[in-house]
């Protein structure tokens, strides 16, 4: 199936040359809209209903913020995406699907066939705020940085616990020293006033790094 | 390195007969204890396929395989602990059946043996307080599988004294272990973290965000952890998962720590995970993890 890519800013999950985005073709029966303003550039498009799917690009809103929302029955060809993404880091080869609760199947194998044909994993969600893996890591990661300042143990021993215990890649330290406190708080926060739950409310060091970065300071 | 004392480790389910397997498998002569004693002669059972498969992987030769296992002695009779140097508990989380448990191997063991619990939730100096000996006594928490897992959380206890808490910890390595130090806190720090996390992915399935298997394959492929949270909670057990949430809960009144409605659903009908076949996923093979 051929795919189209519009371009509608800076794009998190494909800042860089990508073989989906190289294999695009002018025309195709999937729409694939990337960047920050890929939402204005979803309104836009003229003849939503040719397409088998569109796939808008998203940050941390939700997909409805685009598509309309009503009666728990919305849904059609319309979905939402994202590469999981850390901070700075680079992207992850995980590609979140998000679809509504009457969004056709055929719309979801077809975003799962192209993002596979492309190297990439997916995981389809429905639409809710921080999706699947922002859900579940940021609690964790507010939760590390609270039993840092408790002196639960050092930062050392907790990464190497959670690598050793858990097969863990990186423990939640170092995988926070690495892609950015500031934008954990970034994350975490969106997530904090969307949810209202205080297990996603910036942790003291991410609060700290976030107020740091405001005044230019690394 | 220590000489090669008697290792004791009461209760044979999945963690203790893994920790015996470590202990017999690093040359100590190892006696496992369990008041049913069916269990605990199934659980050499266990052992000998678990090393045969050791066998099978060029890890270890026959020989070394029958000798290993020659080491460990099951019994029901808690006075074998008597010749015990270190005795490691890995019983029901329950504060007053291991504080009983404790109380009486107190009775049969010489003074200078060193307790440990396993309790993955419970505080070592509460448990320790029951013991009759609370100055040696520490916290040695094996990551499951036992046979497998390399980490062991160490905690001393309010009254440990420092040298026996060295002494625990030079067991710890000579069990070609690699031990970490934690505070006396409620989780330490595996459980600290994993329970909620597993929890907020129950609560995930409750909302409808995502189905089970989709949720593990987000995980993976966004961390690059080797298992998702479901498949995780099925290994461990969602029994055994409801038990460390009131466990964990009821120290921390943490609202990620209380157990979700959806699992105490599961235990109800019997989706216990892989060991009856089906929890969150399903599954044909629930023989002992690795070789």
């Known amino acids: 199936m051929t795919h189209r890519v519009i371009e509608g800013g800076v794009s998190r999950s494909f800042p860089e040359a990508h073989s989906l985005l190289q294999s695009a073709s002018a025309d195709g029966a999937i729409a694939v809209i990337i960047g920050d303003k890929a939402g204005e550039h979803f309104a836009a498009l003229p003849n939503k209903d040719k397409y088998t799917a569109i796939l808008v690009e998203l940050g941390t809103e939700c997909l409805g913020e685009h598509t309309g929302e009503g009666r728990g ?34 719309a979801v194998a077809a975003a799962r066939a192209l993002f596979e044909k492309h190297g990439l994993k997916t995981a389809v969600c429905a639409d809710f705020p921080g999706r ?7 609690p964790y990661l507010n939760a590390a940085l609270g039993r840092l300042d408790a002196k639960l143990a050092t930062a050392a021993d907790m990464d190497l616990t959670l690598r050793l ?26 997530l904090y006033v969307a949810l209202g739950n205080p297990a996603y409310a910036p942790a003291r060091r991410a609060q700290v790094a976030k107020a740091r970065q405001l005044k230019g300071q690394s | 390195m220590t000489s090669k004392i008697a290792i004791g480790v009461v209760g044979s389910g999945t963690m203790g007969t893994g920790i015996a397997i470590v202990a017999a498998r690093a040359g100590f002569p190892t006696i496992l204890l369990d008041l049913d004693k069916a269990r605990a002669e199934a659980a050499i059972g266990q052992m000998q396929a678990f090393f045969a498969k050791s066998v099978q ?38 504060l007053d059946v291991k504080g009983k448990l404790f109380s009486a191997l107190d009775k049969v063991c010489p003074p200078e043996t060193i307790f440990a619990s396993n309790t993955s939730t419970l505080s070592i100096t509460e448990i320790a307080a029951r013991s009759g000996r609370d100055d040696r006594f520490v916290g040695m928490h094996f990551c499951l599988p036992a046979q497998l897992m390399k980490l062991v959380e160490m905690s001393p206890g309010v009254n440990t004294t420092p040298d026996v808490f ?47 298997a989709e949720i593990d394959k987000a995980i993976k492929g966004a961390m690059g952890y080797a298992m ?18 009131e466990a964990l809960y009821g120290v921390t009144n943490e609202q990620r720590a209380s157990c979700p409605p959806l699992l105490r659903r599961m235990v109800a009908a019997r989706r216990l995970g892989r060991k009856t076949s089906r929890g969150f996923l399903s599954y044909e093979n629930a023989a002992i993890f690795g070789a």
């Open chain 1, 132 to 138: 699947i893996v922002d859900r579940l890591v940021r």
């Open chain 1, 165 to 190: 215990g858990l097969g863990y890649p990186e423990g939640p330290i170092e995988l926070l020293n690495r892609s950015g406190l500031a934008a954990h708080h970034d994350v975490t926060q969106a």
């Open chain 2, 228 to 245: 998702g949270p479901m498949e995780l909670l099925d290994l461990v057990g969602l029994d055994t998962q409801v038990l460390l949430c």
């Open chain 1, 73 to 106: 029955e919305e849904g059609g060809n319309v979905l939402g995406f994202a590469r999981f993404r850390m901070g700075d880091a680079a992207p992850s080869n995980l590609v979140e699907i998000v679809r509504q609760p009457c969004t056709d199947d055929g």
């Open chain 2, 57 to 94: 992987r060029g890890k270890m030769t026959q020989i070394e395989a029958d000798e290993t296992v020659a080491r460990v002695t099951a019994t029901d009779d808690m006075a074998a602990m008597a010749k015990a140097g270190l005795v490691i508990e890995a019983v029901f989380e329950d």
């Open chain 2, 166 to 212: 060295d002494r625990a910890w030079q067991i710890c390595l000579d069990l070609g272990q690699k031990p970490v130090k934690t505070q006396d806190a409620p989780g330490f720090i595996l459980n600290y973290f994993l329970v909620p996390f597993n929890n907020d992915a129950i609560r995930l399935v409750e909302e409808g965000v995502a189905e089970p």
